[in-house]
């Protein structure tokens, strides 16, 4: 290719260069229900299907060793992947562990990884089936497949929402990437004063979003004992807006999501505030909470009113209406679809 040919992956964006390298692959197999796309492939097994979803972390890109405890860092591998599952209203039971390392690692650092790996396994009751290990020439890769089940009539995609329905998220947003700022900020300060021990014992619920997520099987739970099907669901991973976006292009709607609605936990909104940030902006383009956004049918509402951790922050509305906000000012502006990776260079 000439130079003048090439173009930089940059310039394509995550999604872009998913669709660009795999836009022209056909499944061919008669069980592969669901390829690309959604937040789990979908593989017909007999009366039940399997879910598969898999995800990878990179040291320096994904987390940093200098504020991510091992154990943490284990837990968060394992949780993260289990949210695509549960993203599905599918209930995870198995996962798989690959791992890059360099020597500079010990067998104790590994042991403390693999106590939060096994501590996560545990309290989300799946199975650590396999993966592989091999080296790295420098920082840590951790790549976790996860896989699950569902009744084919229980999966739920990210096409299925409608004009009319109702718009909700499963707990507050913001708070991870806020946590973020503040391990970032103690960071530096520790590069430049070394020895300064930071107090960070004031934002235990901020880092802990961080550093510690969980995933949201309860809500799913939730929805079987409620007797409730969202119509369509996907996992807070890269932030509000951008999850919005990804459910209204899969669904072929609009939306109108309302500022004063979303919900931002007290601590998040004065931290955004002490960082100049505006709370909303970080609860639309944080990400990494790991909520649930999912959508229902407007005669399910009164379902919904008594179901836990639910918070309706809008509608779904025509296409041609557009993906709006509504701002607690009472302005309407077009939603803009910016994950984290935007705000990261502020
Ligand atoms: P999530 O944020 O829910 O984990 P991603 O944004 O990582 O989902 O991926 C979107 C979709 O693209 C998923 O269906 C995923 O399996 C698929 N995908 C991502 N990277 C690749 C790749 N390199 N080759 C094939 N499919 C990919
Ligand atoms: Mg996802």
């Avoid at 591998?77 to 198995?94: E, G, R």
């Avoid at 107090?199 to 619920?205: G, R, S, W």
């Avoid at 049918?297 to 836990?308: A, Q």
Wanted: a negative charge; aromatic letters at 6%.
């Amino acid at each position: 290719m000439s130079e003048e040919e090439r173009k930089d992956i940059g310039d394509l964006g995550e999604f872009g260069l998913i669709n660009h390298l795999t836009n022209d692959i056909k499944l061919t197999q008669p069980s592969s229900m669901v390829g690309i796309g959604d937040d789990a492939a979908i593989i017909k097994n007999g009366d039940l299907m399997t879910v598969v979803s898999t995800d990878m972390m990179v040291e320096g890109i994904h987390f940093s060793l200098v504020y991510s405890p091992l154990k943490h860092l284990g837990y968060k591998a394992i949780v993260t992947n289990l949210s695509d599952i549960y993203a599905m209203n599918a209930v995870p039971h198995q996962v798989t562990v690959s791992l890059a390392i360099s020597n500079r690692f010990s067998i104790a650092a590994l042991e403390e990884l693999y106590e939060g790996i096994k501590r996560a396994c545990e309290l989300y009751k799946v199975d650590l089936i396999g993966g592989d290990t091999t080296s790295s020439n420098k920082g840590l890769i951790i790549s976790v497949t996860a896989i699950g089940s569902a009744k084919q009539e229980d999966l739920v995609f990210r096409s299925g929402a409608k004009p009319g329905d109702i718009m909700c998220v499963s707990g507050d947003l913001g708070a991870a990437y806020l946590g973020l700022q503040i391990l970032e900020r103690e960071r530096q300060l520790y590069e430049s004063h070394p020895g300064v021990q930071p107090d960070l014992d004031q934002q235990k619920y901020l880092i802990g979003r961080q550093l510690k997520p969980e995933a949201r099987g309860d809500v799913i739970k939730n929805f079987q004992k409620f007797n409730l099907k969202p119509t369509a669901m996907i996992d807070i991973s890269d932030g509000l807006s951008s999850e919005v976006f990804h459910i209204c292009h899969s669904s072929g709607v609009g939306a109108f999501v309302e500022e004063g609605k979303v919900p931002i936990h007290p601590e998040a909104e004065q931290m955004a505030l002490k960082f100049q940030l505006d709370p909303i902006t970080c609860a639309l383009s944080g990400g990494e909470d790991y909520e649930l956004l999912f959508t229902v049918d407007e005669s399910e509402l009164e379902k919904i009113r008594f179901m836990p951790d639910v918070f309706i922050i809008g509608d779904i509305v025509d296409k041609k209406d557009g993906i709006t906000l509504h701002t607690t000012g009472g302005n309407i502006h077009p939603l803009k679809a910016q994950g984290w990776e935007h705000l990261k260079g502020k």
